[in-house]
């Protein structure tokens, strides 16, 4: 079946401009999961979804960084009045559970990335 | 907080090489631990993983045991193809609450000639 997809699959943007980024998870899976990959510090969490909610939005690095989900589904990554520093590939990941139990580990599905490049 | 540390690379070997890439971590409780691969131009895919100590995650060749006693995760595979060139990441999930969050390591770059 078809895995997690997102789009674009790269953006260059202007420093100031907002930028939105798009991930489709897994059809079921109900937990979703954005993540940053940059050279200098390698790949952190974001941010989790548990259906359309937010438990942990503890990675967001600043308040320009902002998330949501509708329908269980699509997922849109915003930052606003990008900076430089923003430059990263941008991955999302979905798993099928609910991750509650301790001891269970869900595996998590990973999209090809939206590599963003901030001028 | 939980951390990763795998060995840095880049890491070069000629086919039918024995490999080995060192992971360790720091973490409270039991994490689950995995290895990811991300081939060149493709997503992170899991490699294999271990939930408990002592477990032996295996996949493709590649293995990697749960060492509780040295909080270690090394992934080795006993003969190297040149289609394994790729950066390899070691990483680790919360226990507890926060299983949800996955730790990276700063990857470790493959390349195997032929």
């Known amino acids: 079946g078809a895995g997690v997809s997102q789009s674009p699959s790269n953006k260059v943007t202007e420093k100031g401009k907002d930028v939105e980024l798009r991930c489709d998870p897994i059809s079921g899976h109900t937990a979703l999961y954005w993540y940053r990959q940059s050279l200098g510090q390698g790949l952190e969490f974001l941010i989790y979804f548990q259906g359309n909610s937010a438990p942990d939005k503890s990675g967001l690095p600043s308040d320009r960084f902002s998330a949501e989900r509708t329908g269980g589904s699509v997922s849109t990554l915003t930052i606003q009045r990008t900076q430089q520093e923003d430059s990263a590939v941008y991955l999302c990941?979905?798993?099928?559970?609910?991750?509650?139990?301790?001891?269970?580990?869900?595996?998590?599905?990973f999209g090809p990335g939206t590599r963003l490049t901030v001028l | 907080g939980n951390s990763v540390t795998q060995m840095e690379g880049p890491v070069t070997l000629s086919e039918e090489a024995f490999l080995t890439i060192n992971c360790t971590y720091t973490?409270?409780?039991?994490?689950?631990l995995f290895w990811y691969v991300q081939y060149p131009g493709e997503g992170l895919q899991l490699l294999l993983k271990?939930?408990?100590?002592?477990d032996k995650g295996s996949n493709k060749g590649f293995e990697a045991t749960y060492r509780k006693e040295t909080t270690s995760f090394h992934l080795e595979k006993g003969s190297v193809q040149v289609s394994d060139s790729a950066v390899y990441f070691c990483?680790?999930?919360?226990?507890?609450?926060?299983?949800?969050?996955?730790?990276f390591g700063k990857g470790t770059l493959l390349t195997v000639n032929p």
């Open positions: 973490a409270t409780g039991y994490p689950s």
């Open positions: 990483a680790l999930s919360g226990s507890g609450g926060s299983n949800y969050k996955l730790t």
């Open positions: 271990a939930t408990k100590a002592d």
């Open positions: 990941a979905s798993s099928p559970h609910r991750v509650r139990l301790a001891g269970y580990t869900d595996t998590q599905y």
